[in-house]
């Protein structure tokens, strides 16, 4: 049951972010146009700023509340979980009224920091937000630890749209009335307090559907005359059996004990990407001058790093949604279930991340074309996405490695691979210019993922495709050619239309849905994925298949 959970609530947080993503995507289309550049960089100042502070004052306190719930939960402490729970609450309170003095009175010299002194009514704006974000992320945490990913998903995909519709209507009441660009940005940022309201609702209502079926539950319980729950023997590395459910100091000490490595191994990709902004041209302008270097740098940071953040959308949603199965079976000592929990989550991150990836390289060409109006740079686009391969088994063995209570090994790993990273730039971009910069931000996130997995093995007797390995890698081959054939074909010879852009539409949109959909098939025809796997999947991806497999026989693509 656990591993159909684990889909599901992957399906869940993924959809919700894609949907997230998007939205931010297109919020900014008709921003540019309302604010101009200039008005749409001082409302993004804003919304850093914003983010950043956020990033400080929730602290990784979902992941560290969803891992404590789910396994005290687990043995059977409820009492504990739910202190857990009330004591995060206070905190956020104190932290989101902290938070928001903060901003609002720093705004000025905020705005001069980010040299853009407009940008101080914006922040101001935003700051309202803070009050309530904080709330949100222990909530998210205590739903993400009680399996329920609808309110997480639901409370996401709420929050993009109020922010995004309030802040296109905001910036336009503002013009309309005359204000001017600075007032507009400002009503631009305040859509970020709309979206925390709207998030804050859908956690409420769920909060109170919650109460409501344990309240349910409970009165049936009493009357089938059913008694407490067994409480289990902890494993030694479990957290579940250090914390006081009368000691808020016991508490606080466990959850910062979890969430700070979590803060610091969060913003592993972060610290990549600026050491990226930092030295590219320092280390590229001898060798192709200084013009060359700032245009590489473009392709790098402005187009690469864009496009290579969409796969790593559904392994964020895989390492969200087995952090409290993992966590629950290691607190209950069930290694049977954490063998089998640690398998297919690397399996999933696999089977589900590689024809992301392939479809992105193999499309490449009219993708970038698309997006940003014509070809440069692709051919760092796709080296940057083939290493998020790595980024993506990275990610989802810190949240495993989470669940077991070794929160402190990412953090150490992930130092080891930002210092690799560090000095492979210096010593690859000489011989490799911006290839050597992309070479070592691979280095850096295979090796991150190679000392996480071997850290697993010796906590956990996992495989990953096992027999299947060799059926999976022609699939991915396979994949390929036929994604960069199809790509190649169009890019080259389907010019329907006297417009670049619709040109370019056309050509991803056909090759990239061409590419997607010959990897269900390939799975099937080389028996890397039978009829048989649909078994422990969720019932609608069953129902899916039941309704597509009499084609796929008639097809004999099974």
């Not at 000592?333 to 640690?342: I, L, M």
């Not at 130092?415 to 070479?439: H, N, W």
């Amino acid at each position: 049951m656990s591993g159909k959970m684990l889909l599901r609530g992957t399906l869940i947080l993924a959809g919700a972010a894609f949907i997230a993503r998007f939205l931010g995507v297109v919020q900014k289309i008709p921003l540019q146009r309302l604010l101009g550049d200039s008005g749409l960089a001082t409302y993004q100042t804003s919304y850093n700023v914003y983010a950043m502070l956020l990033v400080v004052a929730t602290a990784g306190f979902p992941s560290a509340i969803a891992k404590l719930v789910s396994e005290n939960y687990a043995l059977g402490r409820v009492k504990t979980a739910e202190a857990v729970h009330r004591t995060a609450l206070q905190y956020s309170i104190i932290a989101g009224v902290a938070a928001t003095a903060l901003l609002y009175l720093l705004a000025p010299v905020l705005s001069v920091m980010n040299r853009d002194p407009d940008a101080a009514l914006a922040i101001r704006a935003i700051a309202p937000a803070m009050l309530l974000f904080p709330w949100i992320a222990v909530e998210r945490g205590y739903f993400h630890g009680r399996q329920r990913m609808e309110a997480n998903g639901l409370s996401q995909v709420w929050e993009q749209i109020l922010r995004v519709v309030g802040s296109i209507v905001l910036a336009l009441a503002f013009i309309q009335a005359g204000y001017g660009i600075v007032w507009a940005a400002a009503g631009a940022s305040f859509g970020g307090v709309l979206g925390a309201i709207a998030a804050a609702l859908v956690m409420l209502y769920y909060g109170v559907k919650l109460r409501k079926e344990e309240h349910a539950g409970a009165r049936a319980a009493a009357g089938a005359g059913a008694g407490g729950v067994a409480v289990q023997a902890v494993p030694v590395d479990s957290t579940a059996g250090e914390i006081d459910p009368d000691s808020k100091r016991s508490i606080f000490r466990a959850i910062l004990k979890l969430s700070v490595p979590v803060t610091a191994t969060a913003l592993a990709v972060p610290a990549v990407y600026f050491i990226d902004s930092m030295v590219t041209k320092p280390l590229l302008a001898d060798f192709v001058g200084s013009e060359m270097a700032q245009e590489m740098l473009g392709w790098l940071t402005g187009r690469a790093q864009s496009i290579a953040g969409i796969p790593v959308i559904f392994a964020i949603a895989l390492s969200q949604s087995i952090l409290p199965i993992i966590s629950a079976a290691f607190a209950k000592g069930d290694k049977p279930e954490v063998d089998r929990q640690t398998s297919l989550v690397l399996r999933v991150s696999l089977v589900s991340g590689v024809p992301a990836i392939v479809v992105l390289a193999a499309c490449a060409f009219p993708l970038n074309t698309f997006i940003f109006n014509d070809a440069e740079g692709t051919w760092v686009i796709i080296a940057l996405v083939c290493s998020v391969l790595f980024q993506i088994i990275m990610m989802v063995t810190n949240s495993v490695l989470l669940g077991f209570g070794r929160a402190d090994l990412p953090m150490k790993h992930i130092t080891v691979g930002v210092a690799a990273k560090l000095a492979l730039s210096f010593v690859l971009a000489p011989f490799f210019g911006i290839y050597g910069i992309v070479a070592a931000t691979a280095s850096c996130f295979a090796v991150t993922m190679a000392l996480n997995l071997l850290s697993l093995r010796r906590m956990a007797d996992y495989t990953v495709l096992g027999s299947r390995t060799a059926p999976f890698i022609a699939t991915v081959v396979l994949q390929a050619a036929v994604g960069a054939a199809v790509s190649w074909a169009l890019y080259t010879y389907l010019h329907p239309f006297g417009i670049p852009f619709w040109n370019a539409f056309l050509q991803t949109a056909i090759a990239s849905a061409v590419t997607a959909a010959v990897y269900p098939v390939l799975l099937l025809r080389t028996r890397a994925f039978t009829p048989e796997d649909i078994a422990s999947m969720p019932p609608k991806v069953r129902s899916v298949w039941n309704r597509a497999e009499p084609a796929l026989r008639k097809l004999r693509v099974i």
